[in-house]
């Protein structure tokens, strides 16, 4: 996600390799019609919705020679990213998981997660 | 279809199902308390769609339940439109209708209570969804199916019947 001092967000991995990852700003406004399908007034709220939010599964696995997390997405918000195969560097220090990803163009993004319990 | 990822038990111990929540991003350590649940134990694993009348005749989605009373649900319907611009900051109107309208996803807390699933929702697609209490009615195991009723599903419209299967 793009920079964001109050993120909201989940990594589920479980034991049959298949992950969760579910993210988004913490304040997004809510539609003004309890149905997501009454569209007609609410495109902007539609796009407001979508633009702060992100999640995909798929399937996971680890590198260890690499230390990387590899993420293949079967289901993306943003279809586009159907298979799409995400590497994110990975360390694990007590509870929390900090994922670091370096985009081609050098920019690199970090988010840090913490075990529930 | 499933891959099996390589084990690493001094990267990560995947004896068990393990939940992270987002605390920081970019250094920014910020931390929530999440409320603790008793889930009925055969609830426990991951589950695929079979069927979920709203998001078309060949959904997909994905829902994780782990031991310690949180899960994960993700519902697409499997021929929304890839934005034309390549880029979803630039997405047509119509392409954020179909997306978002033909999408869902939420997480959060759940329970067993009685024939009810009670799915608290920490955060959602649908934004009228954060902090609400979702009970789905009917809700049953057999064998490596799950199954339960929407009564009032986002997309508005009558109660819906989903089927999950187990994914091994």
Redesign the interface.
Known sequence: ?P????????????????Y?S???RAE????KS??????EAT?DE??A???G?G??????????AD?TLIR?Y??A????NDGLERKDT?T?SGD??RLVQTAANGAR????????? | MLSTPATSEDVMNRRSILTYSAITALGLTLYSGSAISQPAKDIVGTWTIVSAEAFGPSPKGLLIFDANGRYSLMLMRPDLPKYAMNNRTQGAAEEYKAIGSGSISYYGTYSVSGSDLILRVEYSSFPNWNGTEQRRTNFTIVGDELKYTNTAPSVGGSAAALVWRRVK
């Open positions: 996600m920079s964001d001092s109050n993120p909201k967000g989940i990594v589920v991995l479980d034991a049959t390799g298949r969760a579910v993210q988004g997004r406004p809510k539609f309890a149905s997501r399908l009454q569209l495109a539609m796009k919705a979508i633009l939010f999640a995909n599964m798929g399937t996971w696995s680890v590198n260890e230390k293949k079967e289901i918000l943003i279809p586009n990975v694990l929390d998981l993004s970090e988010a840090v997660y913490r075990r529930s319990k």
